[in-house]
């Protein structure tokens, strides 16, 4: 018999191989580490083992929203011997589920941390019903709950049955089943929960992270990471701030001479061919990628020999802009939109995004208000003076145009995102940008009274509000001496209480959900992994169960997750000491340390000298 039964913190066994001086016994929620004697040494209890029982939770992160109930029988699990079946016949997923499974497995594999497997053990037989195979890609809409039961079969396999309506629950269920499987590191084998039934499904539909791949750039490998620590966690959503003013890497088919001039280098690019890469490789994982062409601001290099932009990198920058360099679209240029038509159509056959972010952020009245071209249009074409009214007037003359040139392309409608701003106040917005249309990102502060003025309005919200979910907070300025604008530094636990929920209040029907921004300016490749993780995890439990308890509750788990993405190679960031994972609840502070050396300023400013400080 190679099962053993977790009651009362004791672990009946019928021989042991380790030869470890610890074990570990499950004492009001924690597991406690204790000596081990020679009249304990056969019923000691791996540490890894007493979290699957000891908690109400066990390791599973985020925590499972809907009915749990785990078995207290672990059996030994032949890693060499595990198969996962998908529906039957010829389904346009097969492929899919194909790559899910080799994950599977190899998610499985990370899990040894040294010493050599054991032989033997039961095999698993993971089955995957899901009742909508031709589902092939997320929407707000799409239920993404699943249900999984383990139990054993009369001939002494461990069986798995996952059922979901599409891929993407399925996916989220074998993420769970995967967490179930331990190794134990005192009889050096892999252990799996024999009998657990759990119904679950997230509170929020859309769970994002945003990366900003212009400021510096990211490569394709960072971004895959980027994805697997996101899969683990069960976020749905990438949203790419892929292009900025700083440089344009996104190679346009029809608009080549973008990226060509725009790029750091003729390196720093994303193809078509490495864009559908890590499409397909967020699809297999559960994770739409959403492309944001931000405008009209935020344009500049790459933009020189078009005509469409004024003030690009005027100085004093911080006249015209937020950070340099500046650029913004002059709407009065009617040639502008068949430029961006021909970049929608290039996103539009890349994507197929069932939402698009069109940004909309931080737009300078005061650069549209230098440009002689731009006021003169105003006043004599428009009739139109030049204070703020007038000005929205302007943007909403941009917005409508380029949005029914993303439409002609796309050849329906879908949902769009924007920014807070200006546009958004509440004398503006209804006129300009109609609720059944537009979804808002809000990136003020979580009380900020603009959040509940949307709301009241009826305007579907994502919340990113910088003073928690602000993942680049927290660091040296690079534009000036002292702590960049959003400091001080989130940590965990501020990202793990910033409550939807709580923000909305009793309009929390028309909160999609919430998603972490890293802003690059700061961040490159050697930083994006400690920057992002373990936080952007904490938000990911947030929105798939929206708990009531406080973070102290989910400490130890979240210790154990960080560990679990360490073990697929995501750099995260240290939480604690490694003696407080080993001795549950005595570490009631937390101690933080950055990994790698972080990037001072955006390479453009590397490129373009003595542009980026702040002029006395």
Excluded at 35 to 49: G, H, P, Y
Excluded at 266 to 293: C, H, N, Q
Excluded at 494 to 521: C, I, Q, R, T
Aim: contains cysteine.
């Amino acid at each position: 018999m190679d099962w053993y039964r977790v009651f009362a913190g004791i672990l009946l066994i019928v021989s042991v191989n380790g030869q470890s001086p610890w074990r570990w016994e499950c004492d009001e929620g924690f597991c406690q580490k204790q000596r081990t004697t020679d009249e304990t040494r056969n019923v000691s209890l791996s540490l890894s083992a007493c979290r699957l029982f000891c908690s109400n939770y066990a390791n599973l992160w985020p925590r499972p929203n809907g009915k749990m109930n785990i078995g207290h029988y672990l059996a030994k699990l032949n890693v060499n011997s595990i198969d996962v079946l998908g529906p039957a016949g010829d389904t346009p997923i097969n492929e899919r589920i194909r790559k899910a499974a080799a994950r599977f497995k190899d998610v499985i594999d990370t899990k040894e941390v040294g010493g050599n497997r054991t032989s033997g053990g039961k095999s698993l037989e993971v089955k995957l019903q899901i009742r909508n195979p031709e589902i092939l890609r997320l929407r707000l809409d799409l239920d993404e709950g699943y249900t999984l039961k383990v139990s054993e079969t009369p001939d002494g396999r461990i069986q798995a049955i996952i059922t979901a309506n599409n891929y993407f629950g399925a996916r989220h269920g074998l993420e769970t089943l995967s967490q179930l499987i331990i190794y134990d590191d005192i009889r050096d084998e892999f252990q799996i929960v024999r009998d657990a039934l759990i119904e679950d499904k997230p509170v929020y539909t859309y769970r994002g992270i945003l990366l900003d791949t212009s400021r510096n750039y990211i490569s394709v490998k960072t971004i895959k990471r980027v994805l697997e620590g996101m899969a683990l966690s069960k976020l749905n959503t990438f949203h790419w701030h892929i292009t900025d003013s700083h440089s344009f890497p996104y190679v346009s088919k029809s608009r080549p001479a973008l990226s060509k001039l725009g790029a750091y280098s003729p390196r720093k690019v994303y193809t078509p061919e490495m864009i559908a890469d890590i499409i397909e490789y967020g699809l297999v994982r559960g994770i739409r990628v959403l492309p944001e062409f931000d405008a009209p601001a935020h344009v500049g290099e790459g933009w020189q020999d078009t005509g469409f932009v004024t003030c690009f990198n005027q100085k004093p920058w911080y006249d015209y802009c937020v950070e340099p360099p500046c650029g913004q679209f002059d709407p009065t240029q009617e040639g502008l939109y068949d430029y961006l038509e021909g970049i929608y159509q290039d996103m539009i056959e890349q994507f197929s995004p069932d939402i698009f972010h069109m940004g909309g952020d931080e737009v300078s009245l005061t650069c549209w208000n230098t440009s002689s071209t731009i006021v003169q249009w105003m006043n004599e074409t428009k009739g139109w003076g030049t204070d703020e009214e007038d000005f929205m007037r302007l943007w909403d003359v941009f917005q409508t145009k380029a949005l029914e040139r993303y439409e002609k392309k796309s050849g329906k409608e879908v949902p769009i995102i924007m920014w807070t701003s200006t546009l958004t106040k509440p004398e503006y917005i209804k006129r300009y940008l109609p609720s059944e249309k537009y979804i808002i990102q809000i990136w003020t502060t979580g009380t900020d009274h603009h959040v509940q003025e949307l709301l009241d309005r009826d305007y579907r919200v994502i919340f990113s509000n910088y003073d928690a979910l602000y993942l680049d907070c927290g660091v040296g300025g690079w534009v000036n001496d002292g702590q960049n604008w959003c400091s001080p530094y989130i940590g965990w636990q501020k990202v793990y209480s910033n409550s939807p929920k709580v923000m909305a209040g009793d309009k929390v029907h028309l909160a999609l959900g919430a998603e972490a921004a890293l802003w690059s300016e700061q961040v490159d490749d050697s930083t994006v992994d400690a920057r992002l993780w373990p936080r952007a995890a904490a938000m990911a439990e947030r929105l798939w169960a929206e708990p009531q308890e406080t973070w102290r509750k989910a400490e130890q788990r979240m210790l154990v997750h960080r560990e679990r993405l360490t073990k697929r190679g995501i750099l995260a960031e240290s939480l604690e000491p490694e003696w407080c994972m080993q001795n549950e609840n005595n570490c009631p502070r937390l101690t933080k340390r950055g990994i790698l050396a972080e990037s001072l300023e955006p390479e453009w400013c590397m490129q373009n000298e003595n542009n980026c400080p702040m002029y006395d």
